[in-house]
């Protein structure tokens, strides 16, 4: 059993997901990257589930852009490489396999409450959520998002005791608005 597979078993037995195609396809894993106890997610991760249209999606990361939340501005390669079509079970297309972890990873410029919040409302707002998740799954989340201004990962755990009560009203209102007009699309 290779890296992927074990990998692929985990998801099964830990959160009752059933294999399909959102899991990217992996380069080949060398020997050096086998050899290590983590399972090299930047090869290997769950997409994000998204149950809106693509038209919504490509609203929202095009906003997300404007308002400089985001720092990539092509909305097709962030679709293909970290969203899949939930409701229809399918890929929104195929990734570009020859680049790194860091620019395969979207660019968050925004803050980190902002990041919380607009997961929060994506997967559970009272309008109709747009994730297949019944709650924030904040380790993948850090998969995709990468924190542009600290130059690094953004850490789950700190994402999960993240208290969104002492953010800014006004820079969480931002993600409440774009995510509203995105649903609108």
């Not at 095009?62 to 097709?76: A, G, M, R, W």
């Not at 109709?128 to 990962?153: A, D, M, V």
Request: proline share 3%; charged share 30%; net charge negative.
């Amino acid at each position: 059993m290779n890296i992927e597979d074990e990998f692929i078993e985990h998801l099964r037995n830990e959160e009752g997901l059933y294999y399909r195609s959102a899991i990217t396809n992996a380069s080949d894993t060398s020997i050096e990257n086998s050899k290590q106890k983590n399972s090299n997610l930047s090869e290997t991760r769950e997409l994000i589930p998204w149950l809106g249209s693509r038209k919504q999606l490509e609203k929202l990361l095009e906003l997300l852009y404007q308002n400089q939340i985001i720092s990539n501005h092509d909305v097709d390669s962030i679709i293909s490489i970290h969203f899949w079509d939930a409701k229809n079970k399918m890929r929104f297309g195929n990734p570009d396999s020859g680049s790194d972890k860091r620019s395969v990873m979207i660019p968050w410029i925004g803050t980190q409450a902002q990041l919380k919040k607009l997961f929060s409302l994506l997967a559970n707002d009272e309008e109709g959520s747009l994730l297949k998740w019944n709650e924030i799954r904040n380790t993948i989340i850090c998969e995709h998002f990468f924190n542009e201004k600290k130059q690094k990962p953004f850490s789950p755990k700190n994402l999960m005791k993240l208290d969104l009560v002492h953010s800014s009203w006004e820079s969480l209102e931002k993600i409440h608005i774009i995510l509203k007009e995105a649903s609108k699309a």
